[in-house]
């Protein structure tokens, strides 16, 4: 796969998949979620009110740039925060069960073998002391039917070979830093993919590595969702990685979800003007000319969250109304949500009988 193919976005999205509403019982279900952190400085509020629903089997991509509160979503469901950190509102559901009145020996079951996580950094996740076999048998031991050394050897001889690591009888006998990046990412993917979970949650599981490594482990986690059946939250600041990988995208700014839709519906149609300034600072192979157009301003202070919109003082378009109050999901036309009062300004025409200013 090309440089070009993976790092610029073709617009023309392969095989838009249709919106699909989510089902009666979604395997997750994130409800109104608030994180908070309490620092020396005062409470950061990472994420403020994100909800959305994972259905069995499917892909949803969370995009967004750093501080934006992917991360912390994601680790607010594996409940694995900083000890100042602690889910202040909302709730997380496990097939229709409450993850937040688990008790710790369900919590410590839910971790593994029902979710587990790649992390950003696999040499960092890795513990250099120990060998590749010694970390993949722990969890294999911990976990699963594999409970003794000869039979959780073999089983993650056979996950690494199921993720592409060549000579996987050698590489259970190395140490971390003896292998290259790509390597490493792989044996991430086969300890977490070795107590089969129902969801897998990939924390920009590309960030390291160099472009053609990106576009292989990119196709290993697509032909193993497939094979697995399992469903798939793969977090990332990369439009290009999620544009034909993912069901459904959700873009995030400010800890709060700015928009949701189909690839087709976030490419082609976008509503947010956080979206819109997202695709205009990014190149597009159609036209390597033109001349790009960063976001202007500063990332936000999560200490000192804005009343409105989070992303109004570096809107270019910003209303009045949009310091003011924060703006409610409304569905497009083409049945996706955004969250912006250039939206909303028709919708609140009819209802006050007045221009939103």
């Known amino acids: 796969m090309s440089e070009q193919k993976i790092r610029k976005i073709n617009v023309r999205v392969a095989n838009p998949k249709p919106h699909r509403a989510s089902s009666d019982h979604p395997v997750l279900s994130v409800e109104n979620l608030h994180t908070s952190f309490i620092t020396d400085s005062g409470e950061v509020k990472a994420v403020n009110g994100v909800s959305f629903n994972l259905d069995a089997g499917k892909i949803l991509g969370v995009v967004g740039e750093s501080g934006s ?53 696999p040499m960092t996740s890795l513990n250099p002391v120990f060998t590749v076999g010694y970390q993949m048998n722990e969890a294999l031991k911990l976990h699963t039917k594999y409970n003794t050394t000869q039979l959780a050897n073999e089983r993650s001889r056979q996950l690494l070979e199921m993720v592409g690591v060549n000579e996987p009888e050698k590489r259970l006998k190395q140490y971390p830093f003896e292998l290259s ?66 069901d459904e995208i959700i873009v995030m700014y400010g800890g709060r979800v700015c928009e949701r839709g189909t690839a087709e519906d976030i490419f082609y149609r976008p509503a947010h003007e956080y979206t819109k300034g997202l695709l205009k600072s990014i190149p597009n192979a159609d036209n390597m000319k033109e001349r790009l157009v960063p976001i202007a301003g500063t990332p936000i202070n999560l200490l000192n969250m804005p009343k409105g919109c989070a992303f109004c003082p570096r809107c270019e378009n910003a209303l009045k109304i949009c310091l003011e109050e924060v703006p409610e999901e409304l569905q497009m036309p083409d049945g996706h949500f955004a969250a912006c009062w250039m939206n909303l300004r028709n919708e609140y025409v009819k209802e006050h009988g007045k221009e939103v200013s």
């Open 69 to 121: 509160g992917k991360s912390v979503t994601a680790y607010s469901i594996l409940q694995i925060l900083d000890q100042n950190g602690s889910i202040v509102e909302g709730d997380i559901k496990f097939k229709g069960k409450s993850l937040l009145e688990y008790s710790q020996k369900e919590l410590d079951a839910f971790r593994g073998n029902n979710c587990s996580i790649i992390f950003q950094d």
């Open 181 to 246: 990046g790509g390597m490493r990412q792989r044996v991430m993917i086969a300890m977490a993919l070795a107590c089969e979970p129902d969801i897998l949650i990939a924390d920009e599981p590309t960030t390291a590595l160099d472009v053609t490594i990106q576009a292989q482990i990119l196709e290993l986690m697509k032909d193993l969702q497939k094979e697995l059946g399992m469903a798939i939250i793969l977090v990332t600041h990369d439009l290009g990685v999620i544009a034909s990988m993912c």
